[in-house]
């Protein structure tokens, strides 16, 4: 088992690392006292479900208790594997902007300015920083960025890599509502008017066949394709760990099921991680 425990200073983007750490796996648990972490792990073990990666969100808002961190860390040292501390920085003028923009009060400055309650937080939590494993400086980063980073510290690089979702449906049906990207390919030879085809699917080679049997139909499949290779990138720069692609015709049985099937084939070639849904097709 994993433990990370994140804290720093209110403002350094604590809510946005526990979201970037729940997104590639880990099972995250915001404002924990500290002296609850040893009882959370002792009853994840227990789980059906095995949970080997857990993040505790902690900072000073869990008052007094907060002062037991180092015994609390002391005492889930005995019990699991790893222990680590991340730690989130920022200079008081990012702090300040973010709250600013926020429009939001530092627990801090209540008895006196934001910058005095940036500086007494600063103060209260030099002891816990002297600690950190790792210290993360946001003051230059956006939401993206800091995402990013996140994954590329803490991801398994055997679940980095991008899914892809291929969603082949039909438009009298509805368009699916969690698609990234969608095409339409109505305008492409439908087999629906050919009777001996009518009620085959794109799975089936004779269908794939009539409908890529056109000059229209290969130049739509390579371009498709091309585009797709040439996002996967930008998805992943984004933090995105799975899209999904709508490919839909009339009915969803012939002309989106063979361009699924046939895109699959390419990306799997390439080593893409890639599944199949074909929504509406007759079964």
């Known amino acids: 088992m994993r433990v990370l425990i994140v804290?720093?200073?209110?403002?350094?983007?604590?809510?946005?690392v526990i979201k970037s750490l729940e997104d590639i796996g880990y099972y995250c648990i915001d404002n924990l006292p500290p002296n609850l972490m040893g009882d959370f792990i002792k009853i994840s073990s227990r789980a059906d479900?095995?949970?080997?990666?857990?993040?505790?969100?902690?900072?000073?808002?869990?008052?007094?208790?907060?002062?037991?961190?180092?015994?609390?860390?002391?005492?889930i040292k005995k019990k699991v594997e790893r222990v680590?501390?991340?730690?989130?920085?920022?200079?008081?003028?990012?702090?300040?902007?973010?709250?600013?923009?926020?429009?939001?009060?530092?627990?801090?400055?209540?008895?006196?300015?934001?910058?005095?309650?940036?500086?007494?937080?600063?103060?209260?939590?030099?002891?816990?920083?002297?600690?950190?494993?790792y210290i993360i400086d946001t003051s230059n980063m956006n939401i993206h960025h800091l995402r990013e980073h996140i994954k590329k510290m803490f991801q398994p690089k055997k679940s980095a890599e991008l899914k892809i979702v291929l969603e082949s449906f039909g438009f009298k049906k509805g368009?699916?509502?969690?698609?990234?990207?969608?095409?339409?390919?109505r305008f492409l030879p439908n087999p629906f008017y050919v009777d001996q085809l009518r009620e085959k699917t794109g799975l089936n080679k004779e269908v794939?066949?009539?409908?890529?049997?056109?000059?229209?139909s290969a130049t739509m499949l390579d371009k498709m394709t091309d585009m797709i290779e040439f996002l996967i990138p930008h998805f992943?720069?984004?933090?995105?760990?799975?899209?999904?692609?709508?490919?839909?015709?009339?009915?969803?049985?012939?002309?989106?099921?063979?361009?699924?099937?046939?895109?699959?084939?390419k990306l799997k070639s390439k080593g893409l991680s890639v599944n199949s849904i074909h929504r509406d097709m007759r079964r």
């Open 236 to 265: 992943q720069g984004e933090g995105k760990n799975e899209i999904i692609i709508g490919i839909g015709c009339t009915g969803g049985n012939h002309r989106s099921v063979t361009f699924v099937y046939l895109i699959e084939e």
């Open 7 to 16: 804290t720093g200073l209110s403002g350094a983007g604590k809510s946005s």
């Open 208 to 216: 794939r066949d009539y409908v890529m049997n056109s000059n229209i």
């Open 49 to 75: 479900e095995e949970i080997n990666r857990i993040a505790f969100g902690i900072d000073l808002r869990a008052g007094k208790l907060f002062d037991e961190m180092e015994n609390s860390i002391m005492h």
């Open 84 to 133: 680590e501390i991340l730690y989130l920085e920022a200079s008081d003028e990012s702090i300040r902007n973010r709250y600013k923009e926020s429009r939001r009060s530092h627990p801090y400055s209540s008895d006196g300015t934001l910058i005095d309650g940036i500086k007494l937080e600063r103060d209260k939590l030099k002891d816990i920083k002297e600690k950190a494993d």
């Open 175 to 185: 368009i699916p509502l969690d698609v990234d990207m969608l095409f339409d390919l």
